[in-house]
């Protein structure tokens, strides 16, 4: 039985991921399917957690800056 769900997670997360990695070129959500595929992976395996994790820590950093801001709009004509 914990056989058979490692190769469950490991065939659908896996096909999941491939799908994802694919999407980065072709047109879909890749920024909402590899962490999915990432998730139903770490179920089951270690470097699955530790991507997740580093994807995490990842979004948590770019999330928290600041964005960039446009210098002001200026009308006057010279």
């Known amino acids: 039985m914990i056989l058979l769900r490692k190769c469950l997670v490991a065939v659908l997360g896996g096909a999941l991921l491939i799908a994802g990695v694919a999407m980065l ?3 879909g959500p890749a920024v909402v399917v590899i962490p999915a ?17 580093w ?22 004509k010279p």
Request: proline share 10%; glycine share 0%; net charge positive.
């Open 25 to 27: 070129v072709l047109p």
């Open 37 to 53: 595929a990432l998730a139903i992976l770490a179920l089951e395996f270690l470097w699955a957690r530790r991507w997740l994790a």
């Open 55 to 76: 994807l995490r820590e990842r979004y948590k950093t770019t999330s928290s800056k600041e964005p960039a801001s446009c210098p002001p709009f200026s009308t006057d």
